[in-house]
């Protein structure tokens, strides 16, 4: 097999590889949306991270579950918010440790970076 033909397979594969986790992740989200309980929540402070390209500061936000119970949580992202800002909090009424911030970044961004990558790489095939 020529080498052409073996970075087209393997350039297709990838593409199939990364749409199919593109798809994964977004069936994921859209089931988590449908069935988490939305609470308003507020940015209580920021948690700095460090990485090769320097660092960012992370919200920190606080929410009340529907039963009461005080949560915290760091976003996965960098955000544009700002101390004292509310927002909208989803999470599962089993699992509020794991909450996420209503906003696209926070909930698309994973399978829209996979599913563009998936396209670019069948693009190159």
């Known amino acids: 097999m020529s080498s052409n033909k073996t970075a087209v397979i393997v350039s297709l594969a990838l593409g199939a590889a990364?749409?199919?986790?593109?798809?994964?992740?977004?069936?994921?989200?859209?089931?988590?949306?449908?069935?988490?309980?939305?609470?308003?929540?507020?940015?209580?402070?920021?948690?700095?991270?460090?990485?090769?390209?320097?660092?960012?500061?992370?919200?920190?936000?606080?929410?009340?579950?529907?039963?009461?119970?005080?949560h915290r949580f760091t976003t996965s992202g960098a955000g544009d918010f700002a101390k004292g800002e509310s927002v909208e909090v989803l999470y599962y009424d089993n699992d509020p440790a794991n909450a996420r911030v209503n906003v696209f970044i926070e909930l698309w961004l994973g399978s829209l970076v996979l599913g563009a990558s998936g396209c670019c790489a069948w693009a190159l095939a």
């Open 18 to 70: 990364l749409l199919a986790g593109a798809a994964y992740m977004y069936a994921d989200t859209r089931e988590f949306i449908s069935n988490a309980v939305k609470v308003p929540g507020t940015v209580v402070d920021f948690e700095r991270r460090s990485s090769k390209g320097g660092s960012s500061n992370y919200p920190v936000i606080e929410f009340a579950t529907a039963s009461g119970e005080i």
